[in-house]
């Protein structure tokens, strides 16, 4: 069964940095794209940034695009998303996601993390 937990969610102040980690289970990880999503109260999920395989390349939504960073190790089965100078408007449940394609995409992922809360307070 594919498993995707995603941690180090938290309550952060604005300006400060946070690192979410996704551990998946390892007969997808190495092929797959994987991308963070994002939720706020009362909107719809929307794409945050998605890394190739190899992660040698990478997608960002323009509303975090030089402030978070997504990575992977694929020998650790782990996708990390390093937040910098985060806002208020950050505010929302961060979710991991895998995607059976073989180009980066912002919609239509496979498989799903249960979500984790970052709060950034205004």
């Known amino acids: 069964q594919v498993q995707l937990v995603e941690s180090g969610g938290g309550l952060v102040q604005a300006g400060g940095s946070l690192r979410l980690s996704c551990a998946t289970s390892?007969?997808?990880?190495?092929?797959?794209?994987m991308g963070w999503f994002r939720q706020a109260p009362g909107k719809e999920r929307e794409f945050v940034a998605a890394?190739?395989?190899?992660?040698?390349?990478?997608l960002y939504a323009d509303s975090v695009k030089g402030r978070f960073t997504i990575s992977r190790d694929n020998a650790k089965n782990t996708v990390y998303l390093q937040m910098n100078s985060l806002k208020p408007e950050d505010t929302a449940v961060y979710y991991c996601?895998?995607?059976?394609?073989?180009?980066?995409?912002?919609?239509?992922?496979?498989?799903w993390g249960q979500g984790t809360q970052v709060t950034v307070p205004s």
């Open positions: 996601a895998a995607d059976r394609s073989t180009v980066i995409r912002t919609w239509a992922y496979d498989y």
């Open positions: 390892g007969r997808i990880f190495s092929s797959y794209v």
């Open positions: 890394i190739s395989w190899s992660g040698g390349s990478a």
